[in-house]
């Protein structure tokens, strides 16, 4: 998950246990962890915050296309208004 907010990121991490869905979960929270991250781990789904200083989730989706072979990529255009909605 790229996500500068860890109160946010727990949130839906819970949502995501609640859920009983069966995933790992890796929070990166700014742009050279996500890079960092990209290199050791190879996610099927990204859930990204649109608004990150000095990254959006459109730059993430077109990094992640250049370098990692991903089955789906999601983006919420704000990571706040999904949590909204899922609740």
Known sequence: MLEDSSE???????????????????LVLNKA????ELDHFRPNVILAD???PGLDALEALEIVQQSVSCYHVKMAQ????????IV
């Open 50 to 52: 649109n608004s990150l």
């Open 33 to 36: 962890d996500f890079l960092t």
């Open 8 to 26: 946010d990121a727990e949130v839906v991490h819970r949502l995501l246990k609640k859920e009983k869905f069966n995933f790992d979960f890796h």
């Open 78 to 85: 704000q990571l706040r208004r999904a949590i909204r909605y």
